[in-house]
């Protein structure tokens, strides 16, 4: 079984901060990690994923997350946040042979102040 | 090239009713699974379909069901509809059944209120 911990459901930071949210994972196999983000009213976007080719993974709009097994961490970074990365974001693990089926965390709200 | 599409956008049923939410696949993928999304909470699989055959089940009670059509559109039907499963219901598409490294693309998602 897999599921991911997500800690802290809300996080604020300031116009050109770093950006952290946390993930921590449990998989008895190797896991395919993914981080999402959804904009009020609106569905899953991907920002990146993890598929065991490198431990540094870079995404879309600047996010990047490094897989740490030691850890069993996949914390998501950005150098510098901006206003509209304010948003709700998903962690989610799966494993091959599961099926399309992902297991999500509670999500971490985002919240950027000037 | 069109995303995910779902109908319709926005429900409100009464308890005891049933309802039946549409997805529609991106171009070329033939997998399609459906997620429930509890307002604070994030998104819970409930089945993945793949060549008309359902490929996983999520932990839902069997008020839940699906189909997918040869188009590998997909409906997903809720009986006896219950205060709780008022939620948003997403559905992503993907190429392959196989999970794994797989992305899954998600729709905007059918938001339902049940009064």
């Known amino acids: 079984a897999q599921s991911v911990t997500q800690l802290g459901s809300h996080v604020s930071v300031s116009e050109g901060a770093l950006v952290l949210l946390r993930c921590n994972y449990s998989?008895?196999?190797?896991?395919?990690l993914f981080w999402y983000v959804q904009y009020p009213n609106q569905g899953l976007q991907l920002l990146l994923k993890y598929t065991s080719a490198a431990t540094l993974v870079k995404g879309i709009n600047g996010f990047e997350a490094e897989f740490k097994k030691s850890e069993t961490s996949f914390h998501l970074t950005k150098p510098s946040a901006h206003m509209s990365d304010a948003a709700e974001y998903f962690c989610?693990?799966?494993?091959?042979?599961?099926?399309?089926?992902?297991?999500f965390g509670t999500g971490t709200r985002l919240q950027v102040t000037l | 090239d069109a995303g995910v599409t779902q109908s319709p956008t926005h429900l409100i049923k009464t308890r005891g009713q049933q309802v039946t939410l549409r997805c529609s696949p991106i171009s070329g993928h033939k997998s399609v699974s459906w997620y429930q999304q509890v307002l604070g909470q994030g998104p819970q699989f409930i089945f993945q379909y793949y060549e008309k055959e359902e490929r996983g089940r999520g932990n839902f009670p069997d008020r839940f069901s699906a189909r997918q059509f040869p188009n590998y559109s997909s409906e997903l039907n809720v009986n006896a509809l219950l205060l709780g499963d008022s939620a948003l219901y997403l559905c992503?598409?993907?190429?392959?059944?196989?999970?794994?490294?797989?992305?899954?693309?998600f729709g905007p998602g059918t938001r339902l209120l049940v009064l």
């Open positions: 992503a598409s993907s190429l392959t059944p196989s999970g794994g490294p797989e992305t899954q693309y």
């Open positions: 989610a693990v799966s494993a091959a042979g599961t099926a399309s089926k992902l297991t």
């Open positions: 998989s008895s196999v190797p896991p395919y």
